[in-house]
Every structure is written in C-alpha cells, then in structure tokens.
C-alpha cells in the first residue's frame, strides 16, 4: 500500500493557489482514477483506491502547510507503511519554472515549511516527494503573497502538461521505479 499526499491549506480561500498545487495534484489523481477523497480521519482528508493495480491512500492533510507532518505522521503510522518505500509527498516548489517536476528519493526541506515539519515528525527525510514548479517569485513580492497568489491563464496551461507529467511520475513510482521517474520527468518545461 502507498499514502500519497499531496500539500495545500484547506480553507476555500486557497483553492487553486501556487501553494495548493499538491492538493490539485491529488484532485486530479482522484479524478483519473475514480477514487473519493472524502474521508475525514487523522487530521486528513482521505481517500482509498487502485492505481494500476496497486492499492493507494490519497491525503490531503487539514491541518494548514505549516503543520502537515501532524496529518503525515498520523496516516503513516495508523496504516503501518514503509516511510521510504511506501510514502509520497506531492508539493509547490519556487526553484522550478511551472509545471516542471523534480522527483527526489530523499533531501532537505529546502525552506518549504510543510516539508519541514514533515521531516520534524517522522525524524528523518527520507521519503520519495515530486515538487511540481510555480515559478520563482518576481523581486520585490512577498514570498508569501506570491505562493498564496493564483497562476495565470498561460500558466495554467503549462500546469496542465505538469500535472500529466505527476501522474507519469507516481506510477513509475508505485512500480518501484523512482529512478526511471526521475530520469523522465526531471527535466526541463519548454514554453
């Protein structure tokens, strides 16, 4: 069995934000493969189901970015997975232009907060993560106003090619394959 999760804030006022990409992504998870991400438990909103064969728990964790290891460490351990096999978190990352993937067995929170205190609850980092790209933050903006702030229409497009590049990467992922995921999908956007 694997739990992917993918980071975002609840509350309707962060739909569809750059910060929010991991609950798109595992929207968009739900929707190709018939799975309702309904459950409220741990902290989470949980959904079970199959993706090509291979029994998946999607999360979405309720407890703001900032405290998502609380919801991680709580499905993680209720469902008795192998954090470094079994675990995947889906997230925002500034570094990478949108829509591009970088797909990691293990690393640092390279400053993004919900990583951060995921890594503080489970006590180490590793586990496999996909950051899907949002753009670096113009000069002069706010970090915080950027992440929170929405995509435009030509980023949104680029998005979605991104998001079909997220659904490659996890099932190379489940498959065991994380480094055919990362040699196909840690690669450039060309706009």
Do not use: C, W
Not at 58 to 67: A, D, G, H
Not at 107 to 112: C, D, E, P, Q, Y
């Amino acid at each position: 069995m694997f739990i992917i999760v993918g980071l975002g804030n609840p509350t309707k006022e962060y739909d569809d934000t750059r910060h929010n990409i991991g609950f798109a992504a595992i929207d968009m998870l739900a929707d190709k493969y018939g799975i309702n991400v309904t459950e409220v438990k741990h902290k989470a909103l949980l959904g079970k189901g199959v993706i090509n064969g291979n029994k998946v728990i999607l999360v979405k964790p309720m407890t703001y970015m900032n405290l998502s290891g609380e919801a991680v460490r709580a499905v993680v351990d209720y469902y008795k997975v192998d954090e470094e096999e079994e675990l995947m978190v889906i997230y925002d990352d500034i570094s990478l232009d949108v829509g591009q993937l970088r797909v990691r067995k293990k690393g640092s929170a390279g400053g993004h907060n919900g990583i951060k205190n995921i890594i503080a609850h489970l006590g180490h980092d590793t586990f496999q993560r996909i950051k899907i790209g949002v753009g670096e933050k113009p000069k002069g903006y706010d970090l915080a106003d950027y992440v929170l702030g929405h995509f435009s229409k030509e980023d949104l497009a680029t998005l979605k090619d991104g998001m079909e590049k997220v659904d490659g990467a996890v099932n190379f992922m489940l498959q065991g394959d994380i480094d055919e995921a990362m040699n196909r999908y840690n690669t450039k956007v060309s706009r």
